[in-house]
């Protein structure tokens, strides 16, 4: 997977998140509406996911990164193959998180488009993603890159 720049955003690139970022990554994901109520400290958690996702192939923590190499952004990409679609490859988005300091500068378009392009490049047939419906503005922002509400999403917790 060919990562680097992120075209259109000077001094940011794209790259595989690595296990001393996963504080970063944690503290994003924490500054956000639902996450300030479900992310912990606790970090040997985090740890763990963190070590599962990296050995896993099908799987990619992608962070954003200024200048100075901190942490601005993060996204989960997933690959499913599934026998539906004539055995097609999908594309998983998950935990999608831009720093408040660059919403609304096209960094998130930017890191959308570079990811599906991505997925394009790995074969998958299809981009899909869930959003909480307290996200307005991320749904909102999902349909504008062109995402579309074609299936209901359904969740039961387990804990």
């Known amino acids: 997977m060919s990562l680097g720049a992120l075209p ?12 001393d970022q996963v504080p970063a990554v944690v503290e994003l994901l924490a500054n956000d509406m639902l996450g300030r109520d479900r992310e912990s ?21 992608l962070v954003l990164l200024d200048e100075q190499d901190v942490v601005v952004g993060t996204l989960q990409l997933g690959f499913v193959r599934s026998l539906s679609r004539g055995g097609a490859l999908r594309a998983q988005i998950e935990a999608v998180r831009v720093s408040e300091t660059l919403r609304g500068q096209g960094v998130g378009r930017a890191l959308f488009t570079f990811v599906i392009e991505l997925a394009r490049q790995e074969g998958a047939v299809l981009v899909q993603l869930t959003s909480d419906l307290q996200r307005d503005g991320a749904i909102r922002f999902y349909e504008s890159l062109g995402f579309v509400h074609s299936h209901a999403g359904l969740k039961l917790a387990l804990s």
């Open 8 to 19: 259109g955003v000077p001094g940011v690139r794209v790259a595989e998140a690595t296990a």
């Open 41 to 61: 400290g606790a970090t040997d958690v985090y740890d763990e996911a963190f070590a599962t996702i990296d050995a896993d192939p099908t799987e990619h923590l």
